[in-house]
């Protein structure tokens, strides 16, 4: 078996790309367009000589070349800014939620959309403590009543959830909903009336999938992601939420999975 080692230089192109927050912003700056030095040092707010060695860094590197008195990306740059990018994205999204990611059970995302985590950078965990329980909720429910399109799945039984996605149904709300067999029953024996009610409606569907552990909402207004712990139980005080586009997408995704794999129920 052949045995390959590979080695990086201490001052080499990967030094040069992740050690340095200046050289980082520099690449991102120069993909937008080719900069003067008085262009870099305005966007900076710093002198030539705090900025020079930097720019001088990235030219010994190949990542940009100055060519009558304006710098741009060389064609390696290019290249690496593009590769760099979601990679960096990547590790902010899941540096920013690490509590989040390590210790909930992520088996319900599927290998696709965790594979594009990076378009979650912009979400923030929502821990619920137990003497503002109420206000998070209002203000869960503001955002999902000012929304004019709602989907959500849920493995977890909350018995205020009937008569919320009715009064959203009556409100002319287009909203798709999915829940797992055991939800499904225990909405039909205590909720009858409402999800009857639900149900005669032209914009709403619903739907059920066979299990997974997993409840999140996605209106055109946010992401809200909640997950199990990896011992099985559900954690009903922190939430992954987003509000950009980037994480509703992701969010829509999601959805679109467990929808095409679930089975629409149109009558009780």
Known sequence: MIKVV????????????TFSEKRKDILFLLQENPRTLSDIRDY????SPEILPRLKEMEAANLIIRQDGVYQLTTLGKVSVIHYKPFLDTLIAIETNE?????????????????RIQELKECRTVRDEHEHIYDTHK???????????????????????????????RN?????????????????????VEIEEFLKFKH?????????????????RFLSLSLFF???????????????????????????????????????
Request: proline share 4%.
């Open 6 to 17: 590979i080695k990086v230089k201490s001052g080499g192109l990967l030094s040069v790309l």
């Open 44 to 47: 900076f707010k710093v002198r």
């Open 99 to 115: 509590d989040f990611w390590r210790d909930h059970d992520l088996d319900a995302i599927p290998e696709t959309l965790l594979n």
């Open 139 to 169: 203000a869960f429910l503001e955002n999902v009543i000012s929304s004019t399109r709602f989907m959500g799945f849920t493995s977890i039984f909350f018995p205020s959830h009937p008569q919320m996605f009715l009064e959203l149904a």
């Open 172 to 192: 002319n709300i287009p909203i798709s909903i999915i829940v797992t067999p055991n939800v499904f029953f225990k909405i039909k024996s205590e909720h009858s």
């Open 204 to 220: 709403t569907s619903f739907h059920v999938y066979d299990n997974a552990t997993i409840a999140f909402v996605v209106t055109n």
């Open 230 to 268: 990896k011992n099985g139980t559900f954690d009903p005080r922190n939430d992954l939420m987003g509000f950009d586009s980037s994480s509703i997408k992701w969010g829509e995704d999601l959805f679109k999975h467990y929808k095409e794999n679930s089975i629409e129920i149109k009558n009780l």
